[in-house]
Nanobody, 127 residues
Framework: VQLQASGGGLVQPGGSLRLSCQVS????????IGWFRQAPGKEREGVSC???????YYADSVKGRFTISRDSAKNTVYLQMNKLEPEDTAAYYC??????????????????????WGQGTLVTVSS
């Protein structure tokens, strides 16, 4: 299983970006995808996640600004990020959990349970 994260870049405050996480090497869509980020000097934190059943979770810091979605036909999960702030600057990672459990999403998709990780894509919010 491989996860390919893309879509990062440099954007001004208030701008938007859409991150993509392409899953390959897995014939089923029975999994949960999480987005995590790590800013310089800080620990990695959960941002959002989505289950196969389309249960979703958002960290308080991104609620109302970020939207997660998935296209099972394309094995891709998207993170639409609007109204970006300098505090959103970080390397963003997607990860996959081999389960579809509502309670797991409700707990914020703890990263310790993730089975596979993609490489990061860098998001820089700066004027």
């Amino acid at each position: 299983v491989q996860l390919q994260a893309s879509g990062g870049g440099l954007v001004q405050p208030g701008g938007s970006l859409r991150l993509s996480c392409q899953v390959s090497g897995f014939t089923s869509d029975y999994y949960t995808i999480g987005w995590f980020r790590q800013a310089p000097g800080k620990e990695r934190e959960g941002v959002s996640c989505i289950s196969r059943s389309l249960d979703t979770y958002y960290a308080d810091s991104v609620k109302g600004r970020f939207t997660i979605s998935r296209d099972s036909a394309k094995n891709t999960v998207y993170l639409q990020m609007n109204k970006l702030e300098p505090e959103d600057t970080a390397a963003y990672y997607c990860a996959l959990y081999l389960a579809n459990i509502r309670a797991y999403v409700d707990r914020g998709c703890p990263q310790r349970n993730m089975n596979y990780w993609g490489q990061g894509t860098l998001v820089t919010v700066s004027s």
